[in-house]
């Protein structure tokens, strides 16, 4: 008896401390996002475009993942239609050679019905002959009702599967014209985030202004990380996460492109790049580098729409300026699973991706950890 209760209570023990752990990292989230409003120190003015910059940048998120949920919907649903006319197909031939075993069958019962079937056994005089004579007649009378029950079978899943082809082609109509008003949508938002850009680059001209904002957002950045360690160490271990060190120089990278700007490359006036920026095409599958938990998700000042992944042991990896993030906060992801899309978010000329790997919260150069 006991081990039936620990067989129930495990998973149920498991799933409420996964729930805990969800809970509080997204409370923790929440007072990141509180605090960084905080910390902004700039004119109403760059406030309020941040703020528009921000929320464009969330919609585009939101635009961009359901688009993707539907191609992957319509995707489904085409591979479904292909299946289901292939089996339409096959009913059809199978219908016809039914059809065609039938007809026999009643032609050979017509042309014996011709020489008529009562006169037949009054003329056999052998009660062996006579045997035989009924045997023929109710096997083939058997025969021809199991055709026809073949048939009928056959004419319903005909019909069935015709109803459900049609289902899943009205689906798929429906979808694509959803996905052609959300990518509509996209182009909008698109338009208005290039409109918040050129208004930002109207208030932050000169290169102190633009030194100013950048140490901003990186300072909220390594308080954000920071509060993010502590959180993870507070929490209850679920999985135990391996860490970095064993993977050194084998990881792939998250996104393919060129590296533009490198680990430790001057940035503006003293501040230097923590992590790379790498030049990819907007819409690119960013890959998580290894096994870990989603412990951020969300938009960040100067780096956009951000998701950072805790792997144990003190090491974290950071993937910023997407343009859709397909995790949330407490998930669980394996290595070289898509986490989100590249982007422009957070004030980006052209699509990019910032990557970061961290330890105890100090910065490494991925191009030693990266293969």
């Known amino acids: 008896m006991f081990f039936v209760v620990l067989a129930f209570f495990i998973p149920s023990?498991?799933?409420d401390k996964a729930a805990q752990t969800r809970q509080k990292l997204e409370q923790v989230q929440q007072q990141?996002?509180?605090?960084?409003?905080?910390?902004?120190?700039?004119?109403?003015?760059?406030?309020?475009?941040?703020?528009?910059?921000?929320?464009?940048?969330?919609?585009?998120?939101?635009v961009t993942k359901r688009l993707r949920q539907t191609e992957q919907k319509l995707t489904d649903i085409k591979q479904r239609?292909?299946?289901?006319?292939?089996?339409?197909?096959?009913?059809?031939?199978?219908?016809?050679?039914?059809?065609k075993m039938l007809t026999g069958q009643i032609k050979s019962a017509y042309q014996i019905g011709q020489h008529d079937y009562l006169k037949m056994m009054l003329n056999q005089n052998s009660?062996?002959?006579?045997?035989?004579?009924?045997?023929?007649?109710?096997?083939?009378?058997?025969?021809?009702?199991?055709?026809?029950e073949k048939l009928k079978l056959t004419v319903v899943a005909l019909e069935k599967?015709?109803?459900?082809?049609?289902?899943?082609?009205?689906?798929?109509?429906?979808l694509l014209d959803t996905q052609k008003n959300k990518q509509t949508e996209l182009v909008k938002l698109k338009q208005a985030q290039k409109q918040n850009l050129a208004q930002l680059a109207n208030i932050i001209k000169t290169d102190q202004q633009q030194l100013a904002a950048l140490k901003q957002d990186e300072s909220a950045l390594s308080?954000?990380?920071?509060?993010?360690?502590?959180?993870?160490?507070?929490?209850?271990?679920?999985?135990n996460f391996s860490g970095l060190g064993q993977v050194k120089g084998r990881l792939l990278w998250p996104t393919k492109g060129r590296v533009r700007d490198y680990f430790g490359k001057r940035k503006s006036g003293e501040l230097r790049w923590k992590g790379v920026v790498i030049n990819a095409s907007a819409g690119q599958v960013?890959?998580?580098?290894?096994?870990?938990?989603?412990?951020?998700?969300?938009?960040?000042?100067?780096?956009?729409?951000?998701?950072?992944?805790?792997?144990?042991d003190g090491y974290m990896s950071l993937y910023g300026h997407n343009q859709a993030l397909l995790k949330d906060v407490g998930d669980t992801v394996h290595a070289g699973e898509p986490i989100a899309l590249v982007g422009q978010?957070?004030?980006?000329?052209?699509?990019?991706?910032?990557?970061?790997i961290r330890y105890q919260g100090k910065p490494l150069d991925p191009t030693k950890w990266c293969h």
Not at 87 to 98: M, R, V, W
Not at 133 to 140: A, F, S
Not at 223 to 239: D, G, Y
Not at 288 to 307: E, H, K, M, P, T
């Open 13 to 15: 023990a498991y799933a």
């Open 32 to 62: 990141i996002l509180a605090t960084q409003t905080q910390l902004k120190k700039t004119s109403s003015d760059h406030q309020a475009i941040e703020k528009s910059l921000k929320d464009t940048d969330q919609a585009i998120g939101q």
């Open 81 to 99: 239609i292909t299946a289901l006319e292939a089996q339409q197909k096959e009913l059809e031939q199978i219908k016809q050679q039914q059809l």
């Open 127 to 148: 009660p062996a002959k006579l045997e035989r004579v009924l045997t023929y007649y109710q096997y083939l009378n058997k025969a021809r009702i199991k055709e026809v």
């Open 161 to 174: 599967n015709k109803q459900v082809l049609t289902e899943a082609q009205l689906e798929f109509a429906k």
């Open 223 to 239: 308080q954000a990380l920071k509060a993010l360690a502590e959180a993870v160490e507070a929490l209850p271990k679920q999985t």
């Open 286 to 312: 960013v890959n998580n580098i290894y096994a870990g938990q989603v412990i951020f998700s969300d938009w960040l000042n100067g780096y956009g729409l951000v998701l950072v992944v805790e792997h144990g």
């Open 345 to 356: 978010s957070g004030g980006q000329a052209t699509p990019n991706l910032y990557f970061e």
